[in-house]
């Protein structure tokens, strides 16, 4: 093979084992042949704002040929005007429809990555280059820009933004680069990451939007998103990734310094919404029942009720926000519970689907300590470690039986992506907080405490 087919062979083999989250181990390398791109700009009456960033989208490095740019506008009274060259698609005006503009915007274009810009973010013209270039190499690869913000009062439509925005900036939010420090640009990307993607300056390859899904069209006020979207997007496996030199441009302040006679109460209705969504620890309700589960436990059999519910008692003790799944014949003894569901209910698939871990129990356990289970759950998704599978040494001739497994929802996500389990580690021991429910318990020593 060529030094060139080395190369290339080295792109291909190194995207496809990056573990958990390290997109560094990317760095340096660059997509040959470069993709091609969509840019989706959201519009709605900000037609000098949309003038500017068509004009700095047309100073873009990347390859002309290989970029095609789309405005979808959200049935302004008047429709945008744009230049030749430019795809323009149109949705009624139906109120606020950010999400449904940038999923119209998506299915309107062709390009194997897929960027995201409103029309008042105006890119410098290594933009576009930048952003595409991880999820080019890495199909999972979510990738948010660098907003900063800038007053272009007077300022000419074409003037080069990568000028005039240090000229006239405004402060940018303090916690956001900050959280971009501490993490290492998202290296360190956890479950709560979400909350530092920007949907204005957002990125991904085509294949992986449309495996994780659009936009919640259901968002039909400002703001919450793109914060939704990134979690689904975890969830599913991304390579979360801030990149700083794909810098944007807002023509205007934040959204902390912008006038609002209600800015509290707006910003709690995106906390409400997104607190029924997001069910992660700092993110979901402390006390009240949330809407979509953060873990879904599996007791594929149990031998008799009692077994079942000394099992399921222990594990939702443990694990308050979960949703466990029981055989049919044993629901009758939860029915108090709302979240315990029999395995045939279309909920059981549901909370699957949803859940940021799966924890299955081939057969009843009684969880003694909850502290590593717990743990175990959190720290499952995070990192390289995929997988915790807790075992004794019951198995037949000799060996070790599983007692239970716990799987985030990432390593699962990138092992269909890939067909392989390269991408997360599985750690495999004995515990002493968790043993196997043998024979019939006694409920009521159980509940007194004395057995």
Not at 56 to 84: K, M, T
Not at 138 to 152: I, Q, Y
Not at 364 to 384: H, M, N
């Amino acid at each position: 093979m060529t030094a060139r087919g080395d190369a290339e062979e080295a792109v291909v083999r190194q995207a496809r084992t990056v573990p958990g989250n390290r997109w560094d181990l990317l760095d340096g390398l660059v997509p040959d042949p470069l993709p091609t791109v969509s840019v989706v700009v959201a519009h709605y009456r900000q037609q000098a704002e949309l003038d500017r960033t068509l004009a700095a989208l047309a100073r873009q490095d990347h390859p002309a040929e290989l970029l095609e740019v789309v405005v979808v506008d959200d049935g302004s009274p008047e429709a945008p005007r744009v230049p030749d060259g430019v795809r323009l698609v149109v949705q009624a005006d139906e109120g606020f429809r950010l999400s449904a503009a940038r999923n119209l915007g998506a299915r309107s274009s062709t390009g194997e990555v897929v960027c995201f810009l409103d029309a008042d973010t105006t890119p410098e013209p290594g933009w576009v280059t930048a952003m595409s270039r991880l999820p080019a190499l890495a199909p999972e690869a979510v990738v948010v820009g660098t907003r900063r913000h800038a007053d272009f009062s007077g300022v000419a439509v074409d003037a080069p933004v990568e000028q005039e925005g240090p000229r006239h900036e405004l402060p940018s939010p303090r916690w956001l680069d900050d959280a971009y420090r501490a993490s290492r640009d998202l290296l360190d990307a956890d479950d709560r990451s979400y909350r530092h993607v920007i949907g204005a300056v957002l990125a991904c390859s085509r294949s992986f939007l449309e495996g994780v899904g659009g936009f919640d069209e259901d968002f039909t006020t400002y703001g919450g998103e793109d914060w939704e979207w990134a979690w689904r997007a975890w969830r599913g496996g991304a390579l979360l990734a801030h990149e700083p030199g794909a810098v944007a441009w807002h023509d205007g302040p934040d959204w902390a310094g912008r006038d609002s006679v209600d800015r509290q109460r707006q910003k709690n209705g995106e906390t409400l919404v997104l607190s029924r969504l997001v069910p992660v620890a700092g993110s979901r309700p402390r006390g009240i029942v949330g809407g979509a589960p953060d873990v879904v436990v599996h007791l594929e059999a149990a031998p008799s009720a009692g077994t079942a519910w000394l099992c399921v008692d222990t594990v939702l003790a443990a694990l308050p926000a979960s949703v466990v799944v029981v055989p049919d014949e044993h629901l009758g003894v939860f029915s108090t519970d709302q979240r315990v569901v029999a395995a045939s209910d279309p909920r059981a698939a549901a909370a699957g689907r949803s859940a940021r871990v799966a924890v299955t129990l081939p057969a009843p356990v009684r969880v003694r300590d909850a502290g590593p289970l717990v743990e175990a759950v959190a720290s499952v998704g995070v990192g390289t470690l995929g997988t915790v599978e807790v075992a004794d040494g019951t198995g037949g001739g000799g060996g070790e039986a599983l007692v239970l497994r716990i799987r985030s929802s990432r390593a699962e996500a990138r092992a269909r992506l890939h067909g392989t389990e390269e991408h997360f580690e599985t750690r495999r021991g004995p515990a002493a907080w968790c043993e196997r429910v043998e024979g019939e318990p006694s409920l009521a020593a159980y509940l007194g405490g004395w057995g």
